[in-house]
């Protein structure tokens, strides 16, 4: 958007400004959109999301000062969020994020250079909560080169990923640079937060850490909201069965949020696998449980979890029987450092819980080369067998097809040369994908092909790319691979 008049004499430059967009914008609004070409179309999309946050960083400069002048006082209000909330109509957990960041991101603030980026409208606002999230949680007492090469790294991933990937990545990247586990994430609850994300007088960013403030109510507010998506279904007149649903948010501190409704006989049934798993735990010494019920109804959850995959009685999911997998370098499982270990959803494991597994668990060795590509363990079969799925899973991570993050246990095995045709069952031939691209790659004129460094891409059509660029996917790139840039010591 091209601002092409100035303030008139005697007016600031920021409300003529503002001015001047909204007119501009208002001339937009009953745009002829249709008569765009597809480039034109894509083109304007990204111009309108660039100057969405580049408004986003105005109005943060606008709360900054907000905040110094200490408007709330002045306004009765409790604090600057709780202002905002008011004259905003904003929840109260957006209004306390409002004021975070914009405290965060200030030019002379402890990520200045996440600021500059959203100016840039490089990034959007929600990669710059995650940005700011992840360096939050950090651990404590690191050097300041540390932290510095973390948000340079994350800045660089935000190029490819979207907010929610981005948050995973610096899940990642807290575990890698947890040097001494303390508790299962490496920070004690105690620095997490509150848990229902509404802190009035809480927006000053004065709690311990390299920017300030507390962490993970970002996340845990997103849950709530899902909490509240699910509640909002209980007047709609639907049978009680319609209405089940199970929302998993994985939260900034290593751990996930379970959320959900249930009908009553639904909810009986989990009741009745519960209960005796839940009982309390007296010890030898006649001393009571020191669980609280919820605690107790966690544990028994994760018990019933294990007792069930234990029987093998779960459907098989693409030719393998579902069992916790988690990925893990050697030197790792040494106890050696390295890269955390992987659950094969994409989340970090720490270092206490993967030792604790590792004491009762099958070890299945897949050998990498320098380019993180598996050897080949093909077999002469038409079907992949479980270790050469194994193999392409440890190479792919998720659906191989550009932008798609679909799990491995969503996709299928797919012979690049069919079988049929000569085509060998081995890991050069065989890329994972899902069953939407799966089709779409025997359908519509997409081409998948193995690259001279042995990972898949993917060749558009002419009618999608004239050019026909090979495309990767970057959810298939390796978490190690990714934050190598950011683990500098």
Known sequence: ??????????????????????????????????????????????????????????????????????????????????????RLRIRPGDAHRLVDLALALAVDGPLSATGAALAAGAITVEQAVEVRTTIRSLPRGLDAQVYTAAEASLLELARMFDPRELARLGRHLREQLTRIDTSPG????????????????????????????????????????????????QDSG??????????ITDLPGGSTRITGELDAEAAALLRSALDPLAKPRPADDGTLDPRTPAQRRADALVDLLHRTLATAALPVTGGVRPHLTVTVSWTALLGQGGTPAT????????????????????????????????LDVGRAHRTAPADLRRAVIARDVCCSFPGCDRPPSWCEVHHVRHWIDGGRTSLDNLVLLCGYHHRLIHHHGWIVRIGHDRRPEFIPPPWVDSDQIPRRNPYSRHTSDLLRAATVA
Do not use: K
């Open 1 to 86: 958007m091209t601002i092409t008049a100035g303030p008139a004499l005697g007016q600031h430059l920021v409300p003529s400004g503002l001015a001047v967009v909204a007119e501009q914008v208002g001339g937009l609004l009953d745009a002829p959109v249709w008569s765009l070409s597809d480039a034109e179309l894509y083109g304007a999309l990204d111009d309108c999301s660039v100057e969405l946050a580049r408004l986003a960083a105005v109005r943060l400069a606008l709360v900054r000062e907000a905040h110094g002048r200490n408007l709330a006082v002045r306004e009765g209000a409790t604090s600057t969020a709780a202002l905002l909330r008011e």
């Open 186 to 233: 490496g920070d004690g609850p105690a620095n997490t937060g509150s848990q229902n994300g509404d802190r009035e007088g809480a927006d000053s960013g004065t709690s311990p850490g390299p920017a300030g403030g507390p962490a993970g109510n970002d996340n845990q507010d997103s849950g709530n909201d899902n909490q509240d998506s699910g509640n909002g279904n």
């Open 238 to 247: 639907d049978a009680p069965a319609d209405r089940r649903g199970l929302w």
């Open 343 to 374: 659950t094969s959803w994409g989340q970090p494991l720490p270092a206490s819980v993967l030792r604790r597994l590792a004491c009762d668990a099958t070890v299945t060795r897949v050998v990498f080369d320098a380019a993180s590509v598996p």
